[in-house]
């Protein structure tokens, strides 16, 4: 399975592979619940529309021990997608079990994510992992991105260059709402969600 994080900004004509994707996809997802959409979600990124569209059958999981599924204890005719064990791993549903089947109020439980595809009839599969790349208007140095990250109560970044910073986020679709938000602050030229994506499903 070739499972990578790919933040394609296309504004910039730039391609960026994070050294840092191995934490976005074995990183502790945050404690709150993670919202669940049963619809397209519609989001342009550097000035191109894409549409997100949700697979109800396939669920991601984060998974801790490389021995335990919590989705293969609600489903046992679910099928993990490739070999990767631990981290956020994909799975294939059963026909009688969908992802709503693990929601609650409208969300899944942290440990839970939805898995996405950029065509209604299939693909290549991907999840939001849990980071948000901001794309500043122009280089910004430490001091005022310290200021920035202050001012909107964000505690912690990566830099990239010197006008891209990656954000923690909760996975899924808050990743996309996240970053639709930044994309209103000051100095903000543009904001992505981080995209892993998985092998084609068989």
């Known amino acids: 399975m070739n499972q990578r994080s790919i933040f394609d900004i296309s504004i910039f004509k730039i391609t960026f592979i ?15 619940p993670i919202p669940f959409t049963s619809e397209p979600i519609h989001f342009s990124a550097g000035g ?11 669920l991601a999981e984060n998974q801790t021990n490389e021995n335990v599924s919590n989705i293969q204890k609600s489903d046992t005719k679910s099928v993990l997608l490739g070999n990767k064990k631990k981290g956020w791993v994909i799975r294939r549903l059963s026909s009688k079990t969908g992802a709503t089947s693990f929601t609650k109020d409208q969300s899944l439980p ?6 996405f595809s950029y065509s209604q009839d299939g693909g290549a ?18 001091v005022s991105v310290q200021s920035w990250i202050k001012k909107y109560g964000i505690s912690e970044y990566r830099r990239i260059t ?8 909760q996975p899924g679709v808050a990743s996309v709402q996240e970053a639709e938000k930044i994309k209103t602050y000051d100095f903000v030229k543009d904001a992505y969600p981080d995209v892993a994506t998985e092998m084609e499903a068989k």
């Open 18 to 32: 994070f050294a840092l994707s191995a934490s976005c996809l074995s990183g502790e997802p945050k404690a709150e």
């Open 48 to 58: 191109v529309q894409k549409v997100f569209y949700p697979r109800h059958d396939f």
């Open 110 to 115: 942290n440990h839970l994510t939805q898995v």
């Open 125 to 142: 599969l991907f999840i939001f992992p849990g980071k948000v790349a901001v794309v500043f208007q122009g280089d910004r140095d430490d």
């Open 162 to 169: 010197p006008f891209i910073i990656v954000i923690d986020s």
